[in-house]
């Protein structure tokens, strides 16, 4: 009787422990979109990721364990997002899931994880609300609330701006919640807003809305949209004489917006999180690797971002000393000012990311180039 | 205690596929009220999407704002869906045809322009939905929910105002010379699809979670029609197999990997050129069922005729 009971106690006990380690591998589930509308940011995130393994591997793994990547493609849907969480979890048994890139499948997945005890990590929401959902939940992007602060000082302080125009395109959940920030951290500065636009996604007529811009005489016009409206917004602007600049997200960042933009694009700025030129050591040796694999190809935002995702779980890991996102969960809270290839990454006490530095780029002569590395500083 | 049972009970599933059983049920439902809109009434609806948005709103707002038990909550998004389908359809199903079809997108897209602009709803950053009061597990409620839809809708077509409804498909002007009130049973069976979309809507918001009214839109509504007609026009057994087949399909296709939407697309033309009536469509379970086992199909069993009678007055 003991036999049999002490022979189960050891079967069990050897299921347990193939759970986190099966064959002396440590899964990490890729979440995202391969196929679809958002397969662009999906598609670089998992580029990223599989050269951040395979560097984690070349080093020996972590815990003597070999990391591998389960991928699936999403196609951006919702349902089928939360049956391949579900699937990586109880199937594949993954210690960690980096993705969604996009904010609305990342909450949809949190849920989840977090009732299983599996880290997740984006490596792209920057939507409100995400690390919110859950103890286990992460990020490593850098967040508009994070960026907007210390930009707003620099072109109220340095550059002497005092009057903007903010421009919202109001079906696009990026740009809603981009304007609300911006509006948020203008309060208490020697500025105004002066006129408060509203658009939508696919509109192509902004004569109304510069019309309204151009009668109150702005500095500047902020837009938080994307860079289609952009730049038929700044086409309309030089065609009625309004000749003041554009300033905006990432979600300008295209060089859509210059080919349609051309002249009146000219002297816009956008804010970015990662931008290949006057790299940091860390960034110059990544996009050294990551050219002579891909051509020649230059990495982009969601290339660094995967990567950097992959090594904050092996940091985390390694100083837990163990695989089980139970333990590595505590390490991952306690990251600060982990050299990634696309910043410096400090994780908060809310589990918010800190990245420095931000990137601000000016169109000149139909190109993006640095105009200036703005610094983020740590709250106190 | 019960609902501890229920944990346990579902717990037993593989997570995996409770989850892939779960969209099927939801799917289920939201095809099942297109069915009698679209298949069994004839009104091509393509907004079905708006009422499932009608209810999935309602359902997270009333859980976030009020904590409303999730039964109540359930119903009460039903009936709101409803009620947006009797005012909606007063004025739209007069139209037929293609002009409802176009009336009705045009319904869907309203909505969600203004769902996308109120607080309430979070403007276009979309709600995050918190578990649901409820001890029972939200799986078997669902599945509870699939059951009695499934119920109703089998009553709801052997009856006198199904077999009205039938008459509205086939010829609306005889119908009407028979003494058929047809904008009344219109919007009737209306209001019945949009409830079971509410229902499908609330069940689908504290199932996923997380909802935008972008979610619900023209492709989803699309999504629907075709587990409706792939299935087979006016056949529930066909609305079952539809949204079964098209949830399942991409989880079974995913060995394929980025070839598999392609696939998934091939099959529904190949499926469209053979069987162009869908895949039950004039298909009767009950003769098939009596063949297999041999038996010659009797008259209709005397609980159909009870159930014509009550509905006749």
Redesign the interface.
Known sequence: MIKRISVLILIIFMVSMSVYGAAGTVKIGFMGALTGDVAMFGIPTLEGMKMAVEDVNKAGGVNGQKMVIVEADNRGDKPEAANIAQKFISRDRVAAIVGDPTTGITKVVAPICERNKVVLLSAGAVGTGVVELGQYIFRNTLLDSVAIPPLVDYFVNDVGYKKFAVVTSDNNDFSVSLTQIFKNALKGKKAQIVADEKIKDGDKDFSAQITNIKAKKPDIIFFSGYYTEGALLMKEARKQGLNVNMFGGDGLYSPTLISLGGKAVEGSMVYVGFFPENPSPETAKFIQAFKAKHNGKLPGLFETQGYDAIMMLAEAMKRAKSNDPKKFRDELAKIKDFKGVSGTITIQPNREPIKSPVYLLEIKDGAYKLKTKVDVKMKK | MIGEYLENLVNLV???Y???FV?IGIAIIMALGLNLVTGVTGQLSLGHAAFMSIGAFTGAILTIKLGMPFSLNLICSGLMAALCGVVIGFPILRLSGDYLAIATLGFAEILK?IL??LDITN????L?VPLPHTPIPLPIYVWLTVLLVLAAMVLIQNSRFGRALRAIREDEIAAETMGVNTTLYKIQAFAIGAFTAGLGGCLYAH????I?P??FGFSKSVDILNMVVLGGLGSIPGSVLGATLL?TA??FL?FM??Y??MVYGALLVFLMIFRPNGLLGGVSIRKLVCKALGIKPGPRKPWHRISTRKAGG
């Open positions: 593989d997570a995996y409770l989850q892939i969209n322009v996308l602009n403007r276009a950053l979309g995050s199932f996923i979670a997380y935008n972008s979610d949830t991409p989880e995913r990997e980025r598999r939407m």
